[in-house]
């Protein structure tokens, strides 16, 4: 494993498309030289023992993957904001990241996002209805609030959707769009109102948690065309 920090003369490798430094022991700060590596494609970083914020990355109009997972960041989430839309994966979950979620509606390639298990408050964005791409959601255990946004609808490519352990309220919306759909996850939140969003699914449905929440009426009849539901 390798020790230490990243120095910020990795600035000067203008060449770079793959970061992979996964998997070892770094500390301290990510030097703010990485957002002028214009030619980065990937980034992992997962796996290290990095702290502080994580840099703007405005000028990397290349970038495909960002995987800084299980790093010990912390800091506001605002880069996200910085992500250029060649995106397609961000996994970003078991740090401290906090703030509100920035606008992402820029990033339509991104198919995969996780930020679960960080320190996220506010609202979900409307603006996640212009991640069209989407297919994995994850935004499990922050302290997310207010109602799942309508926009969600049409994402219309989602497999799977998490949103357990936060505090979102409201109803749950019409997801009889989202056809693909085969894991949602919205156990403990607030979510209150009617089961009847369950006989809306998509018979591609095979997870769903709905625990401890405050939903106020029973099972609706209209389900027996989930046949590939396993767990409720």
């Given at each position: 494993m390798i020790h230490g920090t990243l120095p910020s003369s990795i600035g000067g490798l203008k060449a770079l498309k793959n970061l992979n430094l996964g998997l070892?022991?770094?500390?301290?700060e990510v030097p703010q030289e990485l957002g002028v590596l214009s030619s980065l494609e990937v980034i992992l970083l997962r796996n290290n023992r990095f702290s502080g914020t994580f840099p703007q990355l405005w000028d990397l109009d290349k970038l495909k993957v960002l995987h800084v997972f299980d790093c010990n960041f912390d800091g506001d989430i605002s880069w996200l904001a910085s992500l250029p839309p060649t995106m397609e994966s961000i996994l970003a979950h078991s740090n401290e990241f906090s703030g509100s979620l920035p606008m992402m509606g820029?990033?339509?390639n991104v198919n995969d996002i996780n930020l679960?298990?960080?320190?996220?408050?506010?609202?979900?964005?409307?603006?996640i209805g212009g991640m069209t791409s989407l297919e994995h959601l994850a935004l499990y255990s922050n302290m997310l609030s207010g109602q799942i946004p309508s926009q969600l609808q049409g994402l219309t490519g989602l497999i799977d959707i998490?949103?357990?352990?936060?505090?979102?309220?409201?109803?749950?919306?019409?997801?009889?769009?989202?056809t693909k759909l085969e894991t949602l996850d919205l156990a403990r939140n607030q979510f209150d109102g009617s089961l009847q969003w369950?006989?809306?699914l998509s018979p591609t449905i095979h997870f769903v948690?709905?625990?401890?929440?405050?939903?106020?009426?029973?099972?609706?009849s209209a389900i027996s065309h989930l046949l590939n539901l396993e767990t409720l």
């Open positions: 070892n022991q770094f500390t301290g820029h990033l339509f679960g298990l960080n320190a996220l408050v506010g609202d979900i964005p409307e603006s998490s949103f357990r352990d936060n505090r979102l309220t409201g109803a749950i919306p019409n997801l009889m769009a989202l369950l006989s809306e948690n709905a625990d401890d929440n405050a939903f106020s009426d029973g099972l609706p």
